[in-house]
């Protein structure tokens, strides 16, 4: 795959958060590009089934799509991460450099990069969330133990999965991979989030407050950086 | 903590109570509001004793019960969610099951969210002890269209289960009786059908347990199961540690759970005695990992769940039933606009009533009072007349200054508590005390701070770490507290005008904030997120309202009476003698000079350390009624914002080092005191300018 195919598609996922579908004036703004380049590739992509785009009604990413937009996101915040926390490269430069670097990470890398930075959970710029990882572990603890040999075999996610903290209320998930140390996911089981649990956020605050759920008839409040670590599975009613 | 898992070592004394007979030890345990509180004082009435566990910084209460003839002695656990040994809770809970061994376990257990608490049952009947559920809050469960059919989880549960409604005092006989019953004779309280009924016994793996005999355990484990061989497994490791005869307080099976689990206590505990039994559960931790696809502790957590979430669906049904209204006003409470009018009300509401309250109480006790003696800082005389006249002004500041306030507070502080609105607060609050490194619950304690700084630095022990207790408590020696604003109120309120007191009251929270944030970025670590439940609302207990308001008012009579007795009577003294004015003199360059006060500002701050408060009473000695005649409305500005957020008092600085030892009290009054010059001193430049 291109480079140029990768940026696009993770300012696709960037620009769809925000709103969906997304503008290709958007997408021209973003990377740059004149509208003319966007909408050519536009319709490449499309070919490709990266996206569906048709005409005057933007462009959103399909699953195919989205699974590389996120990987890439996930590459280039775990990299801002790295250039700062490490390197101790400055705010100001590290989103320039992740861009040219993300390209070049390998997954292997990538993991290795994400457990030496111990789980890290948003980018040191401007605080984005970065997204969890395709492997389908439940906890950051089996990632651990399973070492570095033969990164291939681990098993993938079956389903995509959200951060509880992307969630809108009402909206109902299952419990798929609690991100951070132990003690967190520790107290979070004892509470009943165990794996392929059904939760339902019940409130959001603004603010980057907390959330309410409702899980096995309890109600809890989660705080942002605890809820922003729960991913689940969508659960479309 | 090595030495927690075992009985022999711990710290813990025995509760004088033979076991025979008619004298019977009763533990309560379960979640947190489950009324598990109400349930001990309707038990106990007044017959409690509050304490700490020795050695841990968790309350504990007892309580006596005569029943049927039977001398009982009541024991409430903490609320906690687990029996893992992720909290001191946790520690203190399952340290006194095991070593204490109590005749019987009442699990308290609440209605309306029966599945989490029954999670926690399975993990007290791992536990193997006599025990009862008390199925408490029916009513409220009933009222979300919960109906639970108790014979059913009586059944399923293999324990005498008694339904009841603990704050009418529903039920509560019929669950003392069988709690006598099931203590007296264990194993004949029930016919047991086996929660797991159905499920076959599995065959050992080969060769996983060496020396296994089978034969000499229950064919039904109690609690949940595993598959993929793990049963058999754990049933392997059962009888070889029972082979190894370890002499653990434990029951075996217990152990090989907790093994497994992964608990590093047990774990400590059992490597120590048989490594041979480390390596046999560590292989069969490896084995469930990889069944799983889980960590150990979260293959064990979700068995328990899988568990309780089946018996649950078994012996329950919901309705669909319409948010009540209750419940609507509740949606409101956390709602993204009125969330935050709800909050501001609730803060301002208390406040205005500790005021309202506090005011009218305070008259009629020093009317009262001053009837015996006159009360204000006697500054010549003899030596025991200045004595008597500092303890006893001690003793009546105390009484007409701080408890009229404290206590109306604390008492409608303890009914939100109760009714659930202040966990709405602590909700909507999450992001701005993430400011000050501190997460929503730490709302409670600041909110206390307000009152008297002493309960609510104790109160700073529902913070989990000792980073956020201490940034808790620090903040709390900057809320302006009850003496403070005697302070602001007496001298810039009647003197120079309502609108200064409350910029000054601004200014104070503003620095408190302020403050935090420097000392966050001082104290390493992270801020913890929220986790919290978020029990419905329900109406006040009396008896739990009036405990706990007693339980904080305790600390204050204990702690502050004391110090403000005795440090009164020595600060008069010392004046008398002439041995604080060459301490004056010497800090007159930054009294007089910096801070553009009077000379005497020296020997009034020296008072005010000892009681904030007595920066105004000796003000009143020494010049008599109209301080404005003697100082500026700036000097009485600067004087007020100085005696707010210089060293806390006496008794602040008594708690922080109870509870967090000389170092810490002496770098948190040092930060108070320069944060106190800086400001005064920049005050006292910018104000001649404004005033």
Redesign the interface.
């Known amino acids: 795959m291109s480079t140029s195919t990768e940026e696009y598609l993770e300012a696709l996922y960037n620009l769809t958060r925000e709103s969906e579908p997304a503008s290709t004036s958007a997408i021209s703004k973003r990377l740059n590009i004149t509208p003319a380049s966007v909408t050519e590739m536009m319709h490449k992509l499309a070919n490709e089934r990266y996206v569906n785009y048709s005409p005057y009604q933007g462009v959103t990413l399909t699953p195919k799509g989205y699974r590389i937009a996120e990987k890439m996101t996930r590459k280039h915040r775990l990299l801002e991460r790295f250039l700062h926390d490490v390197l101790k490269i400055g705010n100001d430069r590290v989103h320039k450099e992740a861009c040219e670097m993300e390209h070049a990470l390998s997954d292997e890398t990538a993991r290795a990069m994400c457990q030496a930075l111990k789980s890290p959970d948003s980018c040191p710029d401007d605080g984005q969330l970065i997204p969890a990882c395709d492997l389908g572990f439940s906890s950051c603890e089996e990632c651990r133990k399973w070492g570095q040999d033969n990164p291939e075999k681990i098993s993938k996610r079956k389903s995509s999965v959200v951060s509880m903290s992307d969630l809108k209320e009402n909206q109902e998930g299952l419990i798929s991979f609690i991100r951070g140390d132990n003690n967190v996911l520790r107290r979070l089981l004892d509470l009943g989030l165990t794996p392929d649990t059904k939760i339902k956020v019940s409130r959001v605050s603004s603010l980057k407050g907390p959330v309410e759920i409702a899980c096995r008839g309890s109600r809890l409040a989660l705080g942002d950086e605890i809820a922003r670590n729960v991913f689940v599975e969508k659960v479309t009613s | 903590m090595a030495n927690i898992a075992s009985c022999h070592t711990t710290t813990q004394k025995k509760i004088p109570v033979s076991r025979n007979g008619k004298n019977l030890t009763v533990a309560l345990a379960g979640n947190a509001n489950v009324g598990k509180s109400v349930i001990f004082n309707q038990l106990t009435g007044s017959h409690q004793t509050i304490g700490n566990w020795p050695g841990k910084t968790v309350d504990s209460a007892k309580g006596f019960l005569d029943f049927d003839g039977y001398n009982i002695t009541i024991v409430d656990l903490p609320g906690i ?2 029996l ?1 040994t ?1 909290s001191i809770e946790e520690i203190v809970t399952r340290d006194f099951i095991a070593c204490e061994k109590p005749d019987v376990i009442i699990n308290v257990i609440g209605a ?5 608490n029954l ?1 926690f049952t399975l993990q007290l009947m791992e536990m193997d002890m006599p025990m009862v559920v008390c199925l408490n809050q029916v009513d409220l469960a009933e009222s979300k269209g919960i109906k639970i059919d108790a014979a059913r989880l009586e059944n399923r549960l293999g324990i005498p289960v008694v339904p009841t409604v603990a704050s009418r005092g529903q039920g509560i006989r019929e669950l003392v009786a069988r709690a006598i019953k099931t203590a007296k004779s264990p194993e004949s309280v029930i016919e047991t059908r086996p929660v797991t009924e159905g499920v076959p016994e599995e065959l050992p793996a080969p060769g996983a347990g060496r020396r296994g005999r089978r034969g000499r355990h229950r064919r039904h484990r109690r609690g949940a199961r595993f598959r993929g061989g793990i049963d058999a497994g754990l049933t392997a490791l059962t009888a070889l540690i029972d082979s190894e005869n370890l002499d653990l307080d434990y029951p075996s099976h217990w152990v090989a759970l907790k093994l497994l689990e992964g608990d590093t206590a047990i774990t400590d505990l059992v490597r120590s005695k048989s490594p041979d039994v480390i390596a046999a559960s560590e292989s069969l931790a490896k084995q469930t ?1 990889e069944v799983y ?3 150990r ?2 293959a064990v ?2 068995e328990r ?2 568990l ?2 089946e018996i ?1 669906a078994d012996v329950q049904i919901q309705a669909v039933s319409k948010p009540s209204f209750v419940e609507r006003l509740d ?1 409101l409470t ?1 709602q ?1 606009v009125f ?1 935050y009018v709800t909050s501001v009300i609730v803060i301002a509401g208390l406040l205005l009533w500790t005021f309202t309250v506090g005011n009218a109480l305070s008259t009629l006790l020093s009317d009262a009072l001053s009837f015996f003696q006159p009360v204000d800082p006697q500054i010549s005389g003899s030596f025991w007349s200045i004595l008597w006249n500092g303890l006893f002004g001690g003793f009546v500041a105390g009484v007409t200054l701080v408890l009229p306030f404290v206590i109306p507070f604390y008492l409608l502080l303890a009914i939100m508590e109760d009714s659930g609105i202040l ?1 709405r607060v ?3 609050l ?2 701005a005390m ?1 400011q000050m490194g501190l ?2 619950k730490a709302i409670i304690p600041l909110i206390l701070g307000f009152g008297c700084s002493v309960p609510a630095i104790a109160a700073t022990r529902i913070m989990g770490t000792r980073r956020e207790r201490l940034l808790a408590s620090f903040a709390i020696t900057f809320a302006p507290c009850t003496a403070r604003t005697i302070v602001v109120l007496g001298l810039v309120a009647v003197y120079v005008g309502i609108g200064w007191a409350l910029a000054l009251y601004a200014i104070d929270i503003i620095v408190m904030f302020a403050a935090v944030k420097v000392a966050m970025k001082v104290i390493p670590g992270d ?10 609302f329900k109406l006040p207990s009396l008896s739990v309202v009036l405990k706990q308001t007693w339980a904080r008012t305790q600390s204050l009579i204990f702690l502050v009476f004391p110090l403000y007795m005795a440090g009164s009577a020595v600060v008069q003294l010392l004046y008398v003698y002439g041995i604080l004015q060459p301490v004056s003199d010497f800090i007159s360059p930054l009294t007089v000079s910096w801070l553009g006060l009077p000379a005497i500002a020296g020997i009034l701050l020296i008072f005010g350390f000892v009681r904030k408060e007595m920066i105004l009473l000796t003000m009143t000695v020494i010049f008599g009624a109209n301080l404005a005649a003697v100082l500026t409305p700036v000097q009485l500005i600067v004087l007020a914002l100085v005696g707010m957020l210089y060293i806390p008092c006496l008794s602040t600085v008594g708690i922080l080092v109870k509870e967090f030892g000389w170092k810490s009290a002496l770098a948190v009054s040092a930060a108070n005191l320069i944060t106190a010059i800086l400001i005064g001193g920049i005050a006292a430049k910018i104000l001649p300018y404004i005033v």
């Not at chain 2, 309306?112 to 989490?116: G, K």
């Open positions: 969610y687990s893992s992720f309306p969210v029966l599945e989490r999670f990992e696809k889980q960590p502790f979260a957590a979700s769940y899988a309780a979430n649950a949606r956390t993204r969330g966990t602590a909700f909507m999450d992001s993430h997460h929503g801020t913890p997120g929220l986790i919290m439940e978020m029990h419905s």
